[in-house]
């Protein structure tokens, strides 16, 4: 009413999103690169993208609702991208079947009035944008563009003496373009309901360019863009194993952490073969800190890559990298281009970072040696030979630097059991959506108790599978029955129902217990091949600890041969019967001296 002009300005990290992929497309050997402003807006493998919901990541798309939209829609325009962003909102989502419908010949079009088909022909006749409410008044009833904008306002206003009064203008104007006055009345009360939610199409249309590109730049640069969205997102361990399980769909290798390989942020590599990864990012890693990891990386990158531990001690900055930074560096095995095991590095931080300190102080000392040499060098580390940590205590750790399991999951060890136990995966469970019983299983990454207004105790149990992260409610019966298993890092066996709220599932429990406990009454026989005697005595060890139970053990000696005739095994069933559960065939699996281990059916 001041006759001031105001502009919305938005801050979007989608764009910086988009910019970082395409300096990553850039930094590619083959030359290659791209500008999104000039791609063309007709690309087949985006719009084939979209049309099978594969949209994680991408702007204004990725919401589940969304990608049942897009599955049923089959975008192949442009203009079906901006219908949908202004569509899907609460209001215009009622539209969208008959919009659906309308695009694939499942409905008859209507356009309400044939001097209205021009203005209604690209949306299949429903109105969707306040630009054509205005059209609609201009053409019908002669409006000008001024007067049509106020119509516009008063219909979103939905003021009484304001509708009255515009309803008079709209009726007397189109019944002087030869439109039937009751004819005119019935399309004012359509417009007047559609206007209430329309939408602003140039504002849609900046967001759907927007989702275009990024959809675009996941189609035909999905390393270099998954890489850009991982970055934006580098202190969002959710969002990071979202990605990451997008990225096991898109059969894109996750490449552990490395100093010698990693940047502070997400990257691209490309092996000998050509085929590319993603490197995890240092900055990643919990409680390690981006702006230190940039200067670590900066170090590597301007005097070479740390040739071994010493190398790297002796180059470190105790001012800039302390105690802590160093154990989740070796937690999530930053440091295992070194040679050493994760429990070797992790015992022995505070050893390193004397060394490291020690370095420093020479480094820094102006003093020259007795003999006027350049001072004595810092002697070398020798850590002490000890075993790694188990395989489960070596994942948990992984998982604790992380915040997701990285290089495996504890559930790997259960492939076979899980089978036989005919349990669902989490992803097949929200894939399917149906409501119902399921059986899944989960490791426990956290839990939180609540109290009902009754008094009574529940938990909400977060857990995780290979294929995704879930929650599931505890309540009281059957909490006091399951607290002592609902631990960090158990992994369960879980019956329970489903029950879906829209696109959200909510699993209530009926049943739980530890999947060792479950899974070990479906073994049959380990067979554990070997090829020294050095693995024996480990093998007893493990064995003894897992305790008597129904499993058979049988150990494979693979003796070598000849040339000619090979190896030769030699099949030792053992006398006694063991607990053969996944746990311990993940534990033999780890000993030095065993070849392979082998789950066989009864």
Known sequence: SAGLVKFDFLGLKTLTVLSMAENLVRERADGISVDVSKIPLDDEESFAMMGRGETTGVFQLESAGMRDVLRNLKPDTFEDIIAVVALYRPGPMDNIPSYINRKHGLEEIDYLYPSLEGILTETGGIIIYQEQVMQIAQELAGYTLGSADLLRRAMGKKIKSEMDQQRAVFVSGACERGVPEKRADEIFDLVDKFAGYGFNKSHAAAYALVAYQTAYMKAQFPLEFMAASMTLDLGNTDKLNVFRQELDRLGIKLLQPDVNKSRAVFAVERGADGVGAIRYALGAIKNVGEAAMAALVGERQENGPFSDLDNFINRLDPSQVNKRQIENLVRAGALDCFGYNRRQLFTNVELIMRHASLAMSERTDDQMGLFGGEGTETPMIDLPNIADWAPMDRLREEFDAIGFYLSAHPLDAYVNALQRLHVQPVADVLAAGNDGPVTMAGTVIGMKERVSAKGNRYAFVQMS???????????????????????????????????????????????????DQRAKNTMATMRVIVNSEQSLSPLKEVLSYSGKGKGRVEVVARIQGDVELGDEDVIIPLKDRYTVSPQVLMAVRSLHGVLEVQELER
């Open 465 to 515: 599978d290979p294929t995704g992260v879930f929650e599931i409610t505890v309540f009281s019966e059957t909490l006091n029955q399951a607290r002592e298993i609902l631990e960090v890092g158990q992994s369960l066996y879980v019956k329970a129902t489903v029950q879906f709220e829209g696109d959200a599932p909510r699993f209530t429990v009926q049943l739980m217990e530890p999947l």
